[in-house]
Every structure is written in C-alpha cells, then in structure tokens.
C-alpha cells in the first residue's frame, strides 16, 4: 500500500472520529434540551393544578447564563458622559466621578454602577420621537439593552430601559430616560462594566426547579399569584462593596398578571422586582 494512500485513510478515519464525536455532542446537547423541556411541561402542570396558570412557552431559557464579576471601569464612564455631554471637565470626589460641561449639565457616576446626568435646560429638544431620541443616546453610549417600557404622564415622559449583557437582561439595572415638556431633562440608572466570567461557576439550576420554588414561596403566603406570563433567565446586578467590584449572578424573572418577581439562581430568595 502506497504512502500516499495510507495517509487519505488515515484522513478519512479522522473525519469519521470527528463526524461520531460530534454527532454524540448534538445528541447530548438535545437529551439535555428535551430533558428541560419536559421538567419544564411538568412544572406548569404542578403550578396549574395549586391555582396558578402558565404555559410552558411562557418559559424562556437561556443556558449561556453564568456568575460574571463586574469591575468599575472609569475609561467607561468617561465615554458615556462625552457622549451625551461634549468634551467636559472631570472632579474625582472620592466614589463619585462628575463630569461638567456648562453649556449642556453634568454627569455623577457613583462606585455601585449607579449614574446620574442632567441636562441644563433646553438643550436637548425631543425634535425626532422620543423612543428614537433613546435609541441615538443609547447607541452613542455603547449600551446593549433588552427591553423598554414607556409611563406618560400630563407634562413628563419617561423611557425606562433594562440594560443586558450579550443578550440576557440585568434584570435590576434599569436606566430612565425623561421627558419635560418636550426637552430631555435627566437620564438616571445603574449599569455594569468590566464583566468578566468567574472559573468554575455553576449552571443555572432548571426552569422548572425555580417554578416549583416560586409555588412553594407563594402557598407559604408569601404573595397572591393566580396567573404567570412570562417566565425569562437572565441576571441580578448584586453589590460586594463600596470599591466598584461587583457581580451579576443568575436570576429568574417572573412575570405575573400584576407584579413582577425576582428569584436569586444561587440562593432561591425571591422579592419584588421594581
């Protein structure tokens, strides 16, 4: 047998080898899938049976999710106060960061991800729809969003975002933009940077695991749920400390026909989401 075609089989067994490892990957991964999606089924059949109603296409999954640090960045923070604010003046107050510039207003920026920007008044004018005018400030400070919910009110308007981290909701970091007759007068939240994944960080535990806890926490009295909407993975900003480092652990967010509930991944605790 010829050199070179002892070296095509071998090429050929190779790509054999990988073609069955790879197909026992997929395999796996869809055991997986339908392993969750079945617990899932079975946990809304549990929740319908105690008075609750839901469907499982109400429950949204995301298995990327992990425990993230996040670290104060201020090469961050200065970005986004340019952003909105020009070329300003920086004062280094301890935790807190202020950016000036005295022609538009000024920008804080406290340790725990907190911000808060002001605008001088009649400087930025609602002249292209407000929640176009969002989306512009929010793609000029290099914010990555998840959802939007808009209050108005006789004189105010007010657009309140739920920042994300490739694509799962900071459930707990929110940023509102508002509106006073016609002009955008502040833009205050709280945002994370500096993420980064923690080693050997758990898995989220099940869907239907954080379900049939929410069940058990609302028949202990706790709270009166008769119907659930929506049920979405994603994160809970939780502060350390007062030095700007953080983390966003895996969180629940459920939704019901009037209050929305968080539930902690790691620790099972539960409250209210504002």
Sequence with gaps: MGASRVKT???????????FFGTVILIDKADD????????????????????????DAVITNNTIRRMRATRVDESEARIAQAVLGQTVMTDLGVIYRYENEQRGT???YSAGDFEIRFNE????????????????????????????VSISQE???????????????????IEFMFVEGYLQTIIGRYVTGVEPVEDSAKMMQAGTALLGFLA????GNAVCTQIDKVEAGYQHRILGSFGEDVIVPAWLITTDTVRYIIDDGTGE?????
């Excluded at 089989?9 to 073609?19: E, Q």
């Excluded at 319908?48 to 499982?56: M, T, V």
């Excluded at 926490?217 to 202990?220: A, I, L």
């Design 156 to 174: 105010r308007e007010i657009v309140t975002v739920v920042e994300a981290y490739k694509g799962a909701s900071i459930f707990n970091c929110t």
């Design 33 to 56: 899938s339908y392993g969750e999606r079945q617990a899932i089924e079975h946990a809304c059949a549990v929740m319908r049976s105690g008075g609750i109603s839901i469907e499982p």
């Design 107 to 109: 920008a804080e920026f």
């Design 217 to 220: 926490w609302v028949r202990n």
């Design 270 to 274: 539960i409250w209210t989401a504002s």
């Design 9 to 19: 089989i071998a090429i050929v067994v190779l790509l054999l080898i990988n073609i």
């Design 122 to 149: 009649g400087v930025i004018p609602n002249e292209n729809g407000t929640l176009r005018t969002v989306q512009e400030f929010l793609r000029d400070m290099g914010l990555e969003t998840a959802s939007q919910t």
